[in-house]
């Protein structure tokens, strides 16, 4: 049976209206020894625990044991809502009904990424429902905020099933057009959050995609599509996540982090399996399900470099988050969708409803050739 549990995980000084504010946390329980932590700064995911194949229950999601924490300039936003538009928005402009729109650019101050300087995961979400399952957060985003037309209303539904499932169902509605792209930016990974980099290089990863976006140096998309077949880009049958990224060094972006398209299938209702990850030594793996187009695989590699003097990031338990320590799988519709028209839209009517739904489904293994298939 599903539980959920309410308490206080800290306070903070609300970034819109200035007043200190109650930072309220879910935990949310199953039967199958799954727990889920959800507080209400950014709708962030701040730990799932799921059992391996030998019965052992870990965290598996980076994050921090507190509000200072998560308000700390170098959180890349573990766990975090993004919105209202996820990923970048090349030069902070775009096009829309005959107007320019001109965002923050708060991209090395050329480009917008995440949202802006106050995005979701900076804002202090509102507790709509708790129920049976899991809780509702709404955000009401200000007319003009970032930049962007429109007040936007947002709600993130999360829940836990009884088969290892946390389903997240992303919504919003506007009051003039405008853009959003919504996601989840969970950092997973399946050896334990604080098993590093070593870890990852064990682990499996698949990707229903038989193409990328393709970016310039800013990682801005270009408008083309580069095919995955025969490079390291090709995830459609589980790889070797290591491998991948060791062949991707020692280039600018040294990791991944790209845009695969997996609308093979996409019509914007169909839930469709866009990816797989497996870390064989426990058995424990994750598949992720969702309605977007597309979905954004990140191997961290933009976290600290200890091997060059860096300083790590201190996570939960003061773990030591660094570079490659984590991956990525952001569900979504294309970066930069606003400027370029053969991409999937992001433009938001007030006579329409966004809806991003996304399934994060744990399970393990128990045999050597679990990660084959």
């Not at 708790?130 to 007319?143: K, N």
């Not at 980099?197 to 140096?217: C, F, L, P, R, S």
């Not at 020692?250 to 169909?270: E, H, K, L, Q, T």
């Not at 793996?285 to 309605?291: G, Q």
């Amino acid at each position: 049976m599903v539980r959920v549990i309410e308490d206080t995980f800290g306070t903070a000084i609300n970034p819109l209206t200035k007043q200190m504010e109650e930072i309220k946390r879910f935990t949310i329980t199953n039967g199958m020894q799954m727990k889920v932590q959800v507080i209400t700064l950014g709708a962030t995911i701040a730990s799932i625990e799921v059992p391996d194949a030998n019965g052992h229950v870990e965290d598996v999601v980076l994050g921090y044991d507190d509000v200072a924490g998560y308000q700390t300039s170098t959180n890349p936003y573990f766990g975090a809502t993004i919105g209202r538009v996820c990923n970048r928005v090349g030069h902070g402009r775009f096009p829309l009904n005959g107007q320019e729109i001109q965002v923050s650019r708060n991209m090395n101050n050329k480009h917008q990424l995440h949202g802006g300087f106050i995005g979701f995961d900076k804002v202090h979400w509102q507790v709509v429902a708790q129920h049976q399952d899991g809780v509702t957060l709404q955000h009401c985003s200000p007319d003009g905020h970032e930049g962007y037309p429109g007040e936007v209303t947002a709600t993130v539904k999360i829940s836990l099933t009884e088969d290892n499932c946390l389903h997240l169902l992303m919504r919003a509605k506007t009051t003039k057009t405008t853009a959003v792209n919504m996601t989840n930016h969970c950092y997973f990974n399946l050896a334990g959050h604080a098993a590093g980099k070593q870890a990852i290089y064990g682990h499996e990863v698949m990707i229903n995609a038989d193409k990328i976006t393709e970016t310039d140096g800013d990682s801005i998309p270009t408008g083309n599509f580069t095919p995955v077949e025969g490079t390291v880009y090709d995830l459609r049958k589980m790889k070797n996540m290591g491998e991948g990224i060791k062949s991707l060094l020692p280039s600018p972006i040294s990791g991944y982090d790209d845009n695969y398209c997996a609308d093979g299938n996409y019509d914007g209702n169909r839930i469709n399996v866009i990816a797989k990850a497996l870390y064989p030594p426990n058995g424990r793996w994750l598949e992720i399900a969702s309605n977007q187009p597309g979905v954004q695989f990140y191997t961290s590699n933009g976290m600290p470099d200890t091997e060059k003097g860096e300083t790590p990031i201190y996570g939960k338990n003061g773990a030591q988050y660094t570079k490659h320590a984590a991956f990525c799988l952001e569900t979504q519709k294309y970066p930069d969708a606003v400027n370029h028209p053969n991409f999937p839209s992001i433009i938001l009517n007030p006579d329409e409803e966004y809806n991003h739904e996304v399934i994060y489904k744990f399970g393990i293994c128990r045999n050597s050739g679990c990660g084959k298939h």
